[in-house]
């Protein structure tokens, strides 16, 4: 899985480097060539959509990605620009269509692997959106496919007397069946899907299952919360009175089920837009972690499925819940705990043994922590010398909700 740092709010596209520079102080070592932070939207309709008139803030995001370049932030993934949801004017299609080759070629020359392309929208029928976009996607995927990039579909919301509402691609078959298309037009896999957590946030979708429908053709996942009047906010910033506003536990659900493994996007626009830069040196680091914590959840499973022997350490409520929702299909060997007192105890099926017990295994068995503690435990079991794979359980998002059951602790 590949992590990048949106631009949204962090650079200025007058003087990008300190904000690069930011993002590379953090720890993250990649971000999003966006053509909207150059050509923004607002810009373009209050000043008309002339393709040279925008030739010099063009000519600015080249010199941007030679500054990346330059400090060693790799630009793996690019996005086009869009219209303003609310525009009515279709006569921009056309100079939207210009700027899109721009940034499949620039992009192409930039190194970039893949280029997230906004749908053409403004003032079409549901029933049209196919038709306009049909031949759009297919030049754009055709150039693309030449310099070596997948082209990325992505959802979008759309205004609705001031209200933003789902739009197109939305519906996660209507996307998947463009998708499909699309590659069999052009005869392999040149398309996939960017899944834009800000176009589904306020829309109430079941984000799990827009992801069970896409499958493999989700290709990269913007991640981002949101807080009041649709701020765009850091994961887990955009609490509000009765919890979490974003639905994380079914976008974590929904991306361990199809071993999700390409790229993680991270927007937090509106809260680095409120951050002085004298903080930012303090507060990147913390983006990273934030970033760091979604890739331990979303591979949470891994371990599972990758070893066939398991053992949990901890005898607590977090060894129940593994029990509970992986011990049928992922039976450990014994749980261990730094308790005296429980050993030798049966404790939901398992047999509860001293951490010296964990001598005895073969190199190839996996101890899964189950306890809060992970460093202290981490540490105590690499200072007895042992050579098995450690890894890390956590309950917090549990791939579904846990049924209390009875354990027959006498078997």
Not at 8 to 23: A, E, N, R, W, Y
Not at 118 to 133: F, H, I, Q
Request: aromatic share 10%; charged share 25%.
């Amino acid at each position: 899985m590949r992590v990048l740092c949106s631009p949204k709010g962090l650079m200025d596209f007058m003087s990008p480097k300190q904000g690069v520079t930011d993002i590379l102080r953090s720890g993250m070592d990649a971000s999003v060539i966006d053509f909207s932070l150059f050509c923004d939207p607002f810009i373009m309709e209050r000043y008309g959509w002339d393709l040279d008139r925008m030739q010099k803030r063009i000519e600015m995001l080249e010199k941007m990605i030679a500054i990346c370049k330059e400090k060693g932030l790799s630009l793996p993934l690019a996005q086009t620009t869009y219209l303003r949801p609310d525009t009515k004017r279709q006569r921009g299609f056309n100079f939207l269509r210009g700027l899109a080759e721009q940034a499949v070629r620039i992009s192409g020359e930039a190194g970039a692997e893949a280029i997230i392309v906004y749908p053409l929208t403004a003032g079409v029928s549901r029933d049209e959106l196919w038709r306009t976009n049909r031949d759009y996607y297919l030049t754009l995927g055709r150039q693309a496919r030449e310099r070596g990039m997948m082209t990325l579909l992505t959802n979008v919301s759309r205004d609705v007397g001031g209200h933003n509402v789902r739009g197109a691609m939305s519906d996660p078959r209507e996307a998947a069946e463009w998708i499909d298309a699309l590659n069999e037009k052009l005869g392999e896999e040149c398309f996939g899907f960017c899944l834009r957590m800000e176009a589904v946030n306020e829309s109430g979708q079941d984000i799990q299952s827009m992801i069970s429908v896409l499958g493999q053709r989700l290709k990269a996942v913007e991640v981002s919360d949101y807080g009041a009047a649709g701020a765009v906010t850091l994961p887990f910033l955009g609490s509000g009175r009765n919890g979490l506003r974003a639905d994380w536990l079914g976008l974590l659900r929904g991306l361990r089920e199809i071993d999700f493994d390409g790229y993680l996007i991270v927007n937090l626009r509106d809260t680095a837009s409120v951050i002085s830069p004298l903080l930012r040196p303090s507060f990147m680091p913390f983006v990273k972690k934030v970033a760091d914590y979604l890739i331990w959840q979303i591979n949470l499973e891994k371990p599972l499925k990758q070893y066939k022997s398991i053992v949990l350490f901890g005898a607590g409520n977090m060894c129940q819940n593994y029990m509970l929702c992986y011990g049928k299909e992922h039976p450990p060997l014994f749980t261990c705990d730094n308790n005296k007192k429980r050993w030798g105890e049966r404790f939901c099926g398992l047999d509860v043994c001293p951490p010296d017990k964990l001598r005895e295994l073969s190199p190839d068995t996996v101890i899964l922590i189950c306890n809060i503690y992970y460093r202290e435990i981490d540490e105590q079991l690499r200072g007895m010398g042992l050579k098995n794979p450690i890894a890390y359980f956590n309950d917090e998002y549990l791939p579904r909700f846990a049924q209390r059951i009875e354990w027959d602790e006498r078997s």
